[in-house]
């Protein structure tokens, strides 16, 4: 079992910055490939990016790529989404979620655990 736990979501003007945070507890949080997924209101959710094990492999998708980077510190059992060069259609609730079986995924039916999720909202 792992407890997740984000943070680090606010408002913030266009083009500006945030950097969320998941912390983990529970079982390894090496064990687990990461993945941060939104949702804004009346849309489904959507893949944001992953990072594998170890750091060393990221996955974006490609509304992200080049604003949006992950990072993992396994010591501190904690995964960061840091966003840069926001737009208002990133509004959403951003969540984290660990997936326990692949080296990284884009399918939220491939993650074990999810949190709570943290809003984040950026004005135009």
């Known amino acids: 079992q792992v407890q997740l736990v984000e943070s680090g979501g606010g408002l913030v003007q266009a083009g500006g910055s945030l950097r969320l945070s998941c912390a983990a507890s529970?079982?390894?949080?090496?064990?687990?490939?990461m993945g941060w997924f939104r949702q804004a209101p009346g849309k489904e959710r959507e893949f944001v990016g992953a990072?594998?094990?170890?750091?060393?492999?990221?996955y974006y998708a490609d509304s992200v790529k080049g604003r949006f980077a992950i990072s993992r510190d396994n010591a501190r059992n904690t995964v960061y989404l840091q966003m840069n060069s926001l737009k208002p259609e990133d509004t959403a609730v951003y969540y984290c979620?660990?997936?326990?079986?692949?080296?990284?995924?884009?399918?939220?039916?491939?993650?074990?655990?999810w949190g709570q999720g943290t809003q984040v909202t950026v004005s135009s």
């Open positions: 529970g079982r390894p949080f090496s064990d687990y490939a």
């Open positions: 979620a660990a997936d326990s079986t692949h080296i990284y995924s884009d399918d939220g039916n491939d993650y074990d655990y």
């Open positions: 990072i594998n094990w170890s750091g060393r492999s990221t």
